[in-house]
């Protein structure tokens, strides 16, 4: 069964600094890998995905993740963080039975420091 | 604006009352999911419909019901609402097998007690 995890909780950055959101994942065959944010009080919403193809993957609002076969991970990637990208961040792997439904992990909360 | 709606936003039932939770796409797609979310649990999904007249269940559908009333609306179901179904519920669409990019609603809070 395909399955994601995120290890970390929580996330603390400065602003300005790197940041990186971990995940990996377990699947049988090619993975189908996502990032979706969420703010408050709000859905989720896309940020970006990874089905084939650069290992390094370019999203909305100047996030990227890098896709590691051998680690079996997708860590989601900023250069310089904002304030505004506080969040709740969720890495999801897409269902192989064919349903193609999305299997989430439990969620990171990223909060930038001003 | 183009979008998933969901209704109502807020909710509290009591023990053994039900009710349905309403979404609506305006965008054409042809699946649609209903997720909850549980704090250290990320989502969920309880019952999706790969296409209008067609639903299955996903990992969590105990409890609950659905409707695919035509192309555009979902509607979940709890039949006799338990503490245990206290959450956000998340509906969400997309258009087909070859687009991975979920439109999620803004969510239900519905607190059970």
């Known amino acids: 069964a395909q399955s994601v995890a995120q290890p970390e909780d929580q996330v603390n950055v400065a602003e300005g600094n790197p940041l990186t959101v971990k995940c990996t994942y377990s699947?049988?065959?090619?993975?189908?890998l996502f990032w979706y944010v969420q703010y408050p009080n709000r859905g989720l919403q896309f940020l970006l995905k990874?089905?084939?193809?650069?290992?390094l993957v370019k999203g909305s609002y100047g996030f990227e993740a890098e896709f590691n076969k051998s680690q079996t991970s997708f860590h989601l990637k900023k250069p310089s963080a904002l304030v505004s990208d506080s969040a709740l961040y969720f890495c999801?792997?897409?269902?192989?039975?064919?349903?193609?439904?999305?299997?989430f992990g439990t969620g990171t909360r990223l909060t930038v420091i001003p | 604006n183009a979008g998933v709606t969901q209704t109502p936003k807020f909710q509290v039932l009591k023990t053994g009352q039900s009710m349905t939770l309403q979404c609506a796409q305006d965008?054409?797609?042809?699946?649609m999911y209903w997720y909850r979310q549980d704090p250290g649990m990320g989502l969920r999904l309880i019952y999706y419909?790969?296409?209008?007249?067609?639903?299955d269940k996903g990992e969590v559908p105990n409890g609950y019901n659905v409707s695919r009333l035509n192309k555009r609306e979902f509607s979940l179901r709890l039949e006799s609402a338990a503490p245990s179904q206290t959450s956000v519920y998340f509906c969400?669409?997309?258009?087909?097998?070859?687009?991975?990019?979920?439109?999620f609603g803004s969510g239900t809070r519905l607190t059970v007690v």
């Open positions: 969400a669409s997309k258009m087909d097998r070859t687009n991975y990019g979920y439109t």
């Open positions: 699947v049988s065959g090619n993975p189908y």
């Open positions: 990874y089905i084939t193809g650069d290992n």
């Open positions: 999801a792997v897409r269902d192989q039975t064919g349903a193609n439904n999305l299997f």
């Open positions: 965008m054409n797609h042809n699946s």
């Open positions: 419909s790969a296409s209008e007249g067609t639903t």
